[in-house]
């Protein structure tokens, strides 16, 4: 497994952006897709963006489409989420997850075919 480590949360105004990073050490980390999910208060984990090993695909939930971006560096051993003209509604924990999953394309919503997780990063949106 990997241990990932995310950073990069704050709090910002509605509009504003913020990039959050996740940082990989372990195993040979370009084996693995990389999904970002978030949770606010008193709610389901929720998918929110995926990237595969490579970087080839990514994946977005409706509610972040055309405003998140997710890239990787496997160089750096680091995914980016990118977010941009956030509103107050995606206030919540951001975690970053990989997984060694063979079918990833397929399966990047589950949280179950994550192997391992980051600690999590608050992200805040006042309106």
């Known amino acids: 497994q990997v241990q990932l480590v995310e950073s990069g949360g704050g709090l910002v105004q509605a509009g504003g952006s913020l990039s959050l990073s996740c940082t990989a050490s372990?195993?040979?980390?370009?084996?693995?897709?990389v999904g970002w999910f978030r949770q606010a208060p008193g709610q389901e984990r929720e998918f929110v963006a995926a990237?595969?090993?490579?970087?080839?695909?990514?994946y977005f939930a409706d509610s972040v489409k055309g405003r998140f971006t997710i890239s990787r560096d496997n160089a750096k051993n680091t995914v980016y989420l990118q977010m941009n003209s956030l509103k107050p509604e995606d206030t919540a924990v951001y975690y970053c997850?990989?997984?060694?999953?063979?079918?990833?394309?397929?399966?990047?919503?589950?949280?179950?075919?994550?192997?391992?997780w980051g600690q999590g990063t608050q992200v805040t949106v006042s309106s």
């Open positions: 997850a990989a997984s060694s999953h063979p079918n990833y394309n397929i399966n990047y919503l589950y949280t179950t075919i994550y192997n391992s």
């Open positions: 372990g195993r040979t980390f370009s084996n693995y897709g």
């Open positions: 990237i595969n090993w490579n970087g080839g695909r990514t």
